[in-house]
């Protein structure tokens, strides 16, 4: 069973920056692909950000291309969304997820972490 822990959240000016990490307890995260989702009240979970297991390729969703980069780090056992620019449409609970498929839906990740909130204010 992989744990997974999202930090970071906050409340951000409209412009401003976070970086989110996820922390993995009870096992590696370096067979997954992680990924990135945020879910904004009232809407369904949404695909923000992906990276294979290797670190070797990413892929971003169109809304956020060239402000968000998602990384991560193996060796830590983390894996991070840097955020710039942000927009108040970015505000949403922002989860972290690994899985052994590639791809955007949600069905791809067996495993989630419990969300942290991102307030973009104008």
């Known amino acids: 069973q992989v744990q997974l822990v999202e930090s970071g959240g906050g409340l951000v000016q409209a412009g401003g920056s976070l970086t989110l990490s996820c922390a993995a307890s009870?096992?590696?995260?370096?067979?997954?692909?992680m990924a990135w989702f945020r879910q904004a009240p009232g809407k369904e979970r949404e695909f923000v950000a992906r990276i294979t297991s290797s670190g070797s390729s990413t892929y971003h969703a169109d809304s956020v291309k060239g402000r968000f980069t998602i990384s991560r780090d193996n060796a830590k056992n983390t894996v991070d969304l840097q955020m710039n620019s942000l927009k108040p449409e970015d505000t949403a609970v922002y989860y972290c997820?690994?899985?052994?498929?590639?791809?955007?839906?949600?069905?791809?990740?067996?495993?989630w972490g419990q969300g942290t909130q991102v307030t973009v204010s104008s």
């Open positions: 009870g096992r590696s995260l370096s067979p997954y692909n």
């Open positions: 997820a690994a899985g052994w498929r590639w791809g955007s839906a949600t069905s791809n990740y067996e495993y």
